[in-house]
T-cell receptor, first 109, second 115 residues
Framework: KNEVEQSPQNLTAQEGEFITINCSYSVGISALHWLQQHPGGGIVSLFMLSSGKKKHGRLIATINIQEKHSSLHITASHPRDSAVYICAVRMDSNYQLIWGAGTKLIIKP | GAGVSQTPSNKVTEKGKYVELRCDPISGHTALYWYRQSLGQGPEFLIYFQGTGAADDSGLPNDRFFAVRPEGSVSTLKIQRTERGDSAVYLC?????????????FGPGTRLTVL
């Protein structure tokens, strides 16, 4: 069983839809990252969370430490949001990031 | 301000050759990380520097891989006797420090192709 699991693996939606991507983890963590990767592109950090909720523009990230679960939401989705979204956790015991497999999001116009 | 930069953006080499990949972290960031991402997979940790020293090189796959950060800023990942399986995107990230909740900022990556 992977220590970080994301769902869904693939998601296709229409422009304007509300998007939710989930991340569950099984280890003790000090922080959780949501990152975005465009095809052929580098990785961009969207959020780093250790508790609660963060919002940036149309993106919202939440984390429930007790349930070891985080969600990334995109409101009013747009085709330019199409990318792979990756959840990565930083363990309590060290600085390494453990990566989820990513969710490939396609937003159709 | 400037983000993490990596050069070259693309590198094509022949099997058996030596390559160097460079990472310029964000100024003032003491922690630097190298990751490797093979096609269709998530990034894989290679090595972590705190200042000039490699605090953890447990992710380096074998002794053909080596990385340095002599002045605690720029880092170079060196791969000897490249193999086709080394083909991947090599990502560099930096953060303010290695401990605590310090966000990692990623460079654009270097795409290495070994023919």
């Amino acid at each position: 069983k992977n220590e970080v699991e994301q769902s869904p693996q693939n998601l296709t939606a229409q422009e304007g839809e509300f998007i939710t991507i989930n991340c569950s983890y099984s280890v003790g963590i000090s922080a959780l990252h949501w990152l975005q990767q465009h095809p052929g592109g580098g990785i961009v950090s969207l959020f780093m969370l250790s508790s609660g909720k963060k919002k940036h523009g149309r993106l919202i990230a939440t984390i429930n430490i007790q349930e070891k679960h985080s969600s990334l939401h995109i409101t009013a989705s747009h085709p330019r949001d199409s990318a792979v979204y990756i959840c990565a956790v930083r363990m309590d015991s060290n600085y390494q990031l453990i990566w989820g497999a990513g969710t490939k999001l396609i937003i159709k116009p | 301000g400037a983000g993490v930069s990596q050069t070259p953006s693309n590198k094509v080499t022949e099997k058996g050759k030596y390559v160097e990949l460079r990472c310029d972290p964000i100024s003032g960031h003491t922690a630097l990380y190298w990751y490797r991402q093979s096609l269709g997979q998530g990034p894989e940790f290679l090595i972590y520097f705190q200042g000039t020293g490699a605090a953890d090189d447990s992710g380096l796959p074998n002794d053909r891989f080596f990385a340095v950060r002599p002045e605690g800023s720029v880092s170079t990942l060196k791969i000897q006797r490249t193999e086709r399986g080394d083909s991947a995107v090599y990502l560099c990230a930096s953060s303010r420090a290695g401990t605590g909740y310090n966000e990692q900022f990623f460079g654009p990556g270097t795409r290495l192709t070994v023919l």
